[in-house]
């Protein structure tokens, strides 16, 4: 029998190309989607396309989007400084609708290729306060993809997986690393430089830099 396909959210970062081990190591063929969005640096992105080969996808697929359009992020606007401490309420690197774009495009992929699973590394333990991280925003928008489709209204159903949703930092590593993930390859700084280097300390580097300390394995982050 073929393999089932799943289509991931591949950012580059560490969660993402976890759940893209996870994915593969469930025995779907992985179809990976990242977005250059506009934001701050395209590191990521070469991220994305490093950590898609060493896990052997099927195809990996970049959308250009004009997310910097309309602003109102740290990560789009470069005239919003990104916060190197700890603040209270939904932090200023919060982009406007980013996840629901993302999943609603990834959906329309995945009913082209026959996908009926669409995984998100979004986490509610040690995250951001992000809204769109939450398990009621992925329970919903699993609701509205098989309202909006031809594929889910005549009952061929999609399920939105997010297999991070509550594990800690320190777990993912675990995971990741159990299953060969070469974190050496992913870039999580919001503001990393050209050579994918991470600052060392916007929120993003606190948590993962946390996250491998507490899961007592080595951090293969490159710093500035």
Known sequence: MSQPKAVILLSGGLDSATIVAMAKAQGFACYTMSFDYGQRHRAELQAAERVARQL????????????????????TDPDIAVPETPGDGIPVTYVPARNTVFLSLALGWAEVIGARHLFIGVNAV?????????????EAFERLANLATKAGVEGDTFRIEAPLQYLSKAQIVETGTRLGVDYGLTVSCYQANGEGEACGRCDSCRLRAEGFKAAKIPDPTRYQ
Do not use: M, Q, T, W
């Not at 970049?62 to 602003?71: P, Q, R, W």
């Open 126 to 138: 040690d995250y951001s306060g992000y809204p769109d991280c939450r398990p009621e925003f992925v």
């Open 56 to 75: 052997g996808v099927v195809e990996h697929k970049v959308i250009g989007l004009d997310l910097n359009g309309i602003g109102g992020s740290a990560l």
